[in-house]
């Protein structure tokens, strides 16, 4: 009988999601700059914690306001900056990835429409172990930064 009942509360342990599931990793400052004139290409930044004792990392990204969503950094090449895209983005254990202008961002390449200071939309981080997390993006002003 004693085995029975350990075995049962031992199942239920194990079960519960509040023992298996890691915390969420924290997504804050998500924006995007307004398109200039009639571009054609866009980018989001921000700011992503992991509490986590494991390092995760971004992915993939989907957005519904371009043809392709790619993750990229800002490479010095021989003194001038180059935009290159990254299979992933690191997201270090107990850390922060943080995703700016002149650095990792990800990238909206074929905008379906200019994007509008003020507009708002979501795009969707695929990470390693987090999954899918859909975040909204705010759209500044051409000049923030």
Request: aromatic share 6%; hydrophobic share 50%; glycine share 8%.
């Amino acid at each position: 009988m004693h085995i029975r009942l350990f075995y049962a509360i031992f199942c239920m342990i194990l079960a519960s999601p509040a023992s298996a599931a890691a915390a969420e990793l924290g997504i804050s400052g998500v924006w995007a700059r307004a398109s200039a004139g009639m571009a054609r290409a866009g980018a989001a930044f921000m700011t992503i914690d992991n509490p986590n004792p494991q390092a995760d990392a971004l992915i993939a990204a989907e957005a519904g306001v371009s043809g392709v969503v790619e993750l990229h950094t800002h490479i010095d090449d021989n003194g001038v900056m180059r935009m290159r895209k990254v299979p992933r983005i690191a997201v270090p254990a107990n850390g922060r990835t943080e995703m700016k202008p002149g650095g990792l961002h990800v990238m909206f390449i074929g905008l379906t429409a200019p994007l509008k200071e003020g507009q708002r939309f979501d795009l969707t981080l695929v990470f390693e172990k987090a999954g899918r997390i859909v975040v909204p993006v705010e759209v500044k002003s051409a000049k923030a930064r």
